[in-house]
C-alpha cells in the first residue's frame, strides 16, 4: 500500500512540473502570401511576419520549400517571448507560370510544424501584349 501510494504521488508531482513547462508559440500575420500577377523578372521576395506568443524563447529550426524555385531564409537567433520576427521567401520569377508553393516550417514551438503557401502568376509582358492584340484582332471581326 505504501508503495502504491508513493508511486501515485510521484505522478502526481511529475504531472504538475510538465503542466507548468514552458513553451514557445508562433503566431503567423498571415500564411498565405498572394503575389497577384506580376510580370517576369520581377521582385520576388516576400516576408512572412510571426510573433512568439509563448513564453519560452522560439526557435527555428528549418524552413524548406517544396521547389528549388522558392528560397526561404529562416532567422538566425531564437525570438524571445513577445518579439516578432519574419521569415522570407525569393520566388524565381524568371519562370512564367502559375505560383502555388509551399513553405514549411520546424520549430521548437507547440505546434512544432506551420505550413505557409504562395500564390499567384508570373506573366511574361512581352508575350500577353501580342496574346491580347490577337484576340481583340478576332473578336473585332
Not at 512540473?17 to 513553451?23: G, H, W
Not at 522558392?70 to 532567422?75: E, G, R
Not at 531564437?78 to 520549430?107: F, H
Request: aromatic fraction near 4%; charged fraction near 30%; include cysteine.
Amino acid at each position: 500500500m505504501k508503495k502504491l501510494i508513493l508511486v501515485l504521488f510521484i505522478g502526481l508531482v511529475s504531472f504538475s512540473m510538465n503542466a507548468q513547462e514552458k513553451l514557445a508559440k508562433i503566431e503567423f500575420k498571415e500564411t498565405t502570401i498572394d503575389y497577384g500577377t506580376i510580370d517576369k523578372g520581377a521582385d520576388g521576395v516576400r516576408t512572412f511576419e510571426f510573433t512568439n506568443t509563448g513564453d519560452a524563447p522560439l526557435i527555428i529550426s528549418k524552413v524548406s520549400s517544396s521547389c528549388g524555385c522558392t528560397v526561404p531564409k529562416k532567422p538566425k537567433d531564437p525570438i524571445m517571448p513577445g518579439q516578432t520576427g519574419e521569415i522570407e521567401v525569393k520566388y524565381d520569377t524568371k519562370r512564367v507560370m502559375p505560383i502555388r508553393k509551399t513553405i514549411t516550417v520546424l520549430s521548437n514551438a507547440e505546434t512544432p510544424t506551420v505550413s505557409l503557401k504562395i500564390k499567384g502568376e508570373v506573366i511574361d509582358p512581352s508575350k500577353t501584349s501580342v496574346l491580347a492584340k490577337k484576340e481583340k484582332s478576332v473578336m473585332e471581326q
